[in-house]
């Protein structure tokens, strides 16, 4: 299995564009999740899906953020309009059992996003 | 709400000196328990994982963690470093029981000098 997958690696965008990232889940997980990394606030976890259905937003920083899973095997996190303040690395994870032994959760090699 | 705090924001070593980084948490109920790395410019890597059994886990690359219930810590710990160890370590806990949220600590950046 390739893992999970992510894309772009690297995103720059000016300000007040729109931003769409990509992740590709392990095949077979029915969990993912988007966290966001910067210096400031450390991991966060943005939102996360359980067969392609939104189960917690909570985190989704404001309304400027919006998540989908149309397909067990696509993700993607938009911004729009993009700010400065969006810069950080965004990951993905993918999992089959989160709580429970086999314990599974894969993170992919993240988006570093820099809006200027 | 559940919290973790990693109590060691950087921490600089020689090497073949001995690693302690803390990690306590705030939740009262069952827990799993994770250790990760991230080494630069790469991706979370788990480093090992407790759920249940033993207090003391072993994972890769010679770390291991103590489970401690009653002072909800589980802290990382390596006798030995080397330079290859100079990463950013995260501790994380899940709710164990059908909640699916890994929450991280702040991390703690090691730098190991030859």
């Known amino acids: 299995d390739a893992g999970v997958i992510q894309s772009p690696r690297h995103e720059v965008t000016e300000m007040g564009q729109e931003v769409t990232l990509r992740c590709k889940p392990i095949s077979g997980h029915d969990y993912l999740f988007w966290y966001r990394q910067t210096m400031m606030r450390g991991l966060e976890l943005l939102i996360y899906f359980n067969n392609n259905v939104p189960i917690d937003d909570s985190g989704m920083p404001e309304d400027r953020f919006s998540a989908k899973m149309p397909n067990a095997s696509f993700s993607t996190l938009k911004i729009q309009p993009s700010e400065p303040r969006d810069s950080a690395v965004y990951f993905c994870?993918?999992?089959?059992?989160?709580?429970?032994?086999?314990?599974?959760?894969?993170f992919g090699s993240g988006t570093r996003l820099t809006v200027v | 709400a559940q919290s973790v705090s990693q109590h060691n924001h950087h921490v600089i070593l020689s090497e073949a000196a001995s690693l302690e980084l803390g990690c306590n948490y705030s939740?009262?109920?069952?827990?799993?328990l994770f250790w990760y790395v991230q080494y630069p410019g790469q991706h979370l890597q788990l480093l090992l994982k407790y759920f249940s059994g033993d207090p003391l886990v072993k994972g890769i690359k010679g770390f291991e963690a103590e489970f401690i219930k009653s002072k909800f810590s589980f802290n990382l710990r390596k006798p030995s470093v080397q330079w290859s160890d100079t990463a950013e370590y995260f501790c994380?806990?899940?709710?164990?029981?059908?909640?699916?949220?890994?929450?991280f600590g702040a991390g703690t950046r090691l730098a190991v000098h030859p």
């Open positions: 994380a806990v899940i709710r164990s029981g059908g909640y699916n949220k890994l929450i």
């Open positions: 939740y009262g109920g069952t827990v799993n």
């Open positions: 994870a993918s999992s089959l059992n989160p709580g429970t032994e086999p314990y599974g959760y894969t």
